[in-house]
C-alpha cells in the first residue's frame, strides 16, 4: 500500500480517537523539539516535524497510537500489522543472539 495512503488511515484514525495530527515547522524553534504525542491543555495532539519524509511521519504517528488503548478488532490488516505492540524483552537485542550464546566458533 502507498505511504500516502497508509498516512491518511493512520490520520483518520487518530481523529477518531480525538488526537490532533498538526504538521509544524520545527526549524523555527531554537530548543530541541522532536515530533511526538503531547498534551495540550488535556488534549491529545500528535506534532509532527514537515521536514520530516513520510515515512518518518509514518512512524511517528504509529508511536502516538500505540501509546493509546487502540481497538485494532475493526481496521483494516494493514493499520493491524502496523499498530501492533512489540513485545522483545529489553534485555535481548535480537534473536540471533540468544542462538550464539555459549557457542564454540
Known amino acids: 500500500m502507498r505511504e500516502s495512503l497508509v498516512m491518511k488511515d493512520l490520520e483518520v484514525l487518530a481523529e477518531e480517537l480525538d488526537i490532533a495530527v498538526n504538521s509544524v515547522n520545527m526549524r523555527k524553534y531554537s530548543y530541541g523539539i522532536k515530533s ?3 498534551r495540550v491543555n488535556g488534549d491529545y495532539r500528535v506534532i509532527l516535524d ?6 518518518e511521519k509514518i512512524d511517528v504517528l504509529v508511536d502516538a497510537l500505540q501509546e493509546r ?3 485494532t478488532d475493526n481496521l483494516d490488516p494493514h493499520l493491524k ?3 501492533k505492540k512489540k513485545t522483545v524483552s529489553p534485555y535481548q537485542t535480537s534473536i540471533d543472539d ?3 550464546v555459549g557457542a564454540q566458533p
Open 81 to 83: 500489522r502496523l499498530l
Open 36 to 38: 511526538g504525542l503531547c
Open 98 to 100: 540468544t542462538a550464539t
Open 50 to 55: 514537515k521536514h520530516l519524509h513520510l515515512s
Open 69 to 71: 488503548d487502540v481497538i
